[in-house]
Structures are given as C-alpha cells and as structure tokens.
C-alpha cells in the first residue's frame, strides 16, 4: 500500500487536497497533521475547507521555510514542521478573508505601527519595530513583526502553547514578564479563542 492510500485512509480530507512540488510523505503527512490539529482546535471541530482546502499547497526548495499568498500555500519540504504549517495555514486564513483577521486583531490588541515610514526606513531600529499594545506578542517580536505575522504567530502558538512560551522565553519575551503563564490566557490567546469558537 503506498503512502497516498495510507494518508487517504488516515484523514479523508487527504484525496481534496491540491498538493504539487517535491513532495515528500513525511512532508504530507505534517501537512495533514497540522490541518488536522486545526480542524480540531475548532468548538466545535470542523474542517475549514473553504480556506484550507481551496489552497494549492507546494512543496518547494525555496529559502525560507514557508510563504503564503492568497490561494497558495509554498513550504520547504526540508525543514517543515507542524509550526511552520499552522503559521502559513493562519496566513492563508487570514489571506482568504483579505487580511482582516489580523486587522481586527491588531485593532483589538491595539497595535500597530507608531511610525510605519520609519520603520520602513530604520528596520533594525527596535524603537520603530511593530508595538504590541497589549503584550505578550506569541514569540517576541523582531524587525520582520507585523499584524499579519502577529495574528499567524498568534494561532500557531494557541496551538501549540508550550512551544510558544519557550520560543518567547529563549528569545527573551518570557509571558511572566507580563504576568501570563499561559498564552491561552493572554489577550492573543484570547482573541484566537473567540475566533476558533465563532469561526
């Protein structure tokens, strides 16, 4: 029996999937590993097909780990993880609803940009890196940290918590910092709990 017919048997949204590029089953299996993780995270559990089932996933050699443009969804076969998926699953989320989700969080969390054309400009400047308004951000933030990788961030680390809270403590953003010890329970955390209860 080929790996194909096992991932079939194993998640049936498998055979729905739109799956090109160098693939591997290890890499597919993640891939339906980590929709499965998020169909699950879901009250009540459901299959988000109208966002990640439309997407055409490719498995590809590319520099980074994972990009995401509306409707396609590009991993590194080499390196992926089931963080790395969700991330680019929650872009693509966000991606299918024109970026309004990480909108309304950034609204709600009141972040943002004090002086986007500064950063623009001083991008290794932390005074003018994005500013979590109501912190802790997931994982820190760095010079790349935006509403979009903020809200991907963001679902990635409900999902998986612990991961979360040692990536931000190694990076120095520990949740106690800001009184959290679970990121379930910080103003993110909470707003990815309403969504995934109201879809």
């Not at 929709?35 to 009540?44: D, G, N």
């Not at 989320?93 to 970026?99: E, G």
């Amino acid at each position: 029996m080929n790996a194909s017919n096992d991932l079939a048997k194993k998640f049936e949204f498998y055979p729905l999937l739109d799956i090109k590029g160098m693939n591997s089953p290890n890499a597919e299996e993640l891939l339906c590993t980590s929709i499965f993780k998020l169909q699950q995270a879901f009250v009540p559990p459901v299959m988000p097909f109208d966002w990640a089932g439309a997407v055409k996933y490719t498995f590809e050699d590319i520099k980074e780990l994972g990009l995401t443009s509306k409707g396609l969804v590009r991993l590194n076969p080499k390196h992926v993880t089931e963080w790395t998926i969700v991330h680019e699953l929650a872009h693509a989320w966000d991606a299918a609803n024109n970026w309004l989700i990480s909108d309304i969080m950034r609204k709600e969390t009141h972040s943002g940009f004090h002086f986007k054309w500064l950063h623009n400009i001083y991008r290794d400047r932390k005074q003018f890196w994005y500013h979590v308004g109501s912190p802790p951000a997931p994982c820190g933030i760095d010079k790349n940290f935006n509403a979009k990788e903020d809200f991907a961030e963001s679902l990635t680390a409900y999902i998986f918590p612990d991961e979360a809270r040692r990536r931000a403590s190694r990076r120095g953003y520990s949740y106690e910092f800001n009184g959290f010890i679970h990121f379930h329970d910080t103003p993110r955390g909470q707003f990815i709990h309403s969504l995934l209860r109201n879809g």
